[in-house]
């Protein structure tokens, strides 16, 4: 079985505030994925990024960075100086090579103040 | 690049009335999904299909709802008769494969109230 968890349920920052969003996932496969969606207001979900269970390579894109570290099956998702626009649910997923289908965590609401 | 269409936008029904959604799929992508997201919760797969053939639907109310993917394209998904535990968001996503890597895209989803 595999299981993905997002406790922070609701974040609320103020505009340039740094935020981390945690992930933790549970699989017993060996080779998997992790993804991290963002769904505005609009319904529509955005992929974000996409990391391999073979790459602990921590990822930087603007203002956006990833900590994945498979010691603590935790893939944390990171937004340097947000913005209003950053504000969204996040959520994080995982996919196994048994199951193709994404395995969702049940999101983070972000909210940034202006 | 089109995106994944998905019609109608919003839904509004009695309980015990069927209902049916359309998806239309990022051309040339061969896998298609159904999700159903619930206010406040992750979307949970309904079913996923690989062009034409239905790869998983273990999770998929087979006695109220049916989906089918004439052609390996568009895709309906349908409710009867509907419950009051069935308004949701329904998700359509697509992806170029199966393969474990491949991201998916998805619709803006049809939001189903019953009442």
């Given amino acids: 079985a595999q299981k993905v968890t997002q406790a922070q349920t609701e974040i609320s920052v103020v505009e340039k505030e740094d935020v981390t969003l945690d992930c933790v996932y549970e699989t017993r496969d060996t080779t998997y994925y992790l993804f991290w969606y963002k769904q505005p207001p609009s319904g529509e979900l955005v992929f974000l990024i996409r990391r391999n269970s073979f790459d602990e390579q921590n990822e930087i894109s603007g203002r956006y960075s990833w900590n994945f570290q498979k010691s603590t099956s935790s893939f944390n998702f990171t937004i340097t100086a947000s913005q209003v626009v950053d504000s969204a649910v996040y959520f994080c997923a995982l996919r196994n090579t048994g199951r193709r289908a994404l395995t969702f965590g049940s999101g983070t609401r972000l909210q940034v103040q202006p | ?115």
């Fill in chain 2, 1 to 115: 690049e089109a995106g994944v269409a998905q019609s109608p936008r919003y839904k509004i029904i009695e309980k015990r009335q069927s209902v049916a959604f359309w998806c239309n799929p990022i051309s040339g992508h061969a896998t298609l999904y159904w999700y159903q997201q619930i206010l406040g919760q992750g979307p949970k797969l309904l079913i996923q299909f690989q062009n034409n053939g239905v790869v998983d639907d273990s999770q998929l109310p087979k006695d109220r709802f049916s989906a089918e993917r004439l052609k390996g394209v568009d895709s309906t998904l349908k409710i009867q008769p509907a419950k009051l535990e069935d308004s949701a968001v329904y998700l359509c996503a697509s992806s170029l494969a199966q393969q474990v890597e491949s991201e998916a895209f998805f619709g803006q989803g049809t939001r189903l109230t019953v009442v």
